[in-house]
């Protein structure tokens, strides 16, 4: 999934830095781009291209595979979860139409979501990267790794942890523990940038 993701990032760089240059990009490469807009949740219609270009390279990059790992890990308890085993559905990822997914056992009163269902694991992964990469809970999450990739720092899931203050309800104790299963599991090799 990530490699799909450094697939599109590397086709849409060329296109922006053309953009920020003055210079047009063709109709099927803008075609292109806006699609990919669709994809990523970014509004492309009556905007400036290079504006378009800009939002989408916030988004459209790679989450660090540390940081895919210990979630999948916490968030399915180590693939046995019902979830996990049931739905394919590593990373507990809800969805609100009746019928969408896995009722949870202890869902609260007046709650209506439901644990999403995926028919395979590698779409429970897609699901999972273009949350980060799209809702706007997860926005800090792409600051920091906008931030690390103009620096020329690693992007890490160590660092970009701190963006997931909205997955749990419990969310600095989630960000802790996270951090604290990448780092027991030595799971951050010295770099993880594409």
Not at 140 to 151: E, F, H, N, W
Request: proline share 5%; aromatic share 6%; glycine share 6%.
């Amino acid at each position: 999934a990530n490699r799909r993701i450094r697939e599109e990032r590397a086709r849409l760089e060329p296109l922006v830095d053309a953009l920020l240059q003055g210079r047009d990009i063709d109709p099927d490469q803008w075609r292109w781009m806006r699609q990919l807009a669709r994809d990523y949740d970014v509004p492309a219609d009556n905007r400036a291209r290079v504006a378009v270009g800009l939002d989408l390279l916030r988004k459209v990059d790679v989450i660090p595979v540390s940081l895919v790992l210990a979630q999948a890990a916490k968030e399915s308890a180590w693939g046995t979860s019902r979830f996990a085993q049931e739905g394919n559905n590593l990373f507990g990822q809800h969805c609100f139409d009746e019928g969408c997914g896995i009722v949870p056992a202890h869902r609260g009163p007046g709650q209506h979501h439901e644990v999403q269902t995926f028919a395979t694991v590698q779409a429970s992964v897609r699901s999972y990267l273009h949350n980060l990469n799209t809702h706007p809970r997860y926005k800090r999450l792409r600051i920091i790794r906008q931030r690390l990739r103009a620096s020329g720092g690693p992007i890490t899931g160590l660092a970009l942890v701190r963006g997931l203050q909205f997955y749990s309800e419990r969310r600095e104790r989630y960000i802790a523990e996270v951090k604290q299963m990448i780092q027991n599991l030595d799971l951050s090799p010295r770099t993880e940038s594409p």
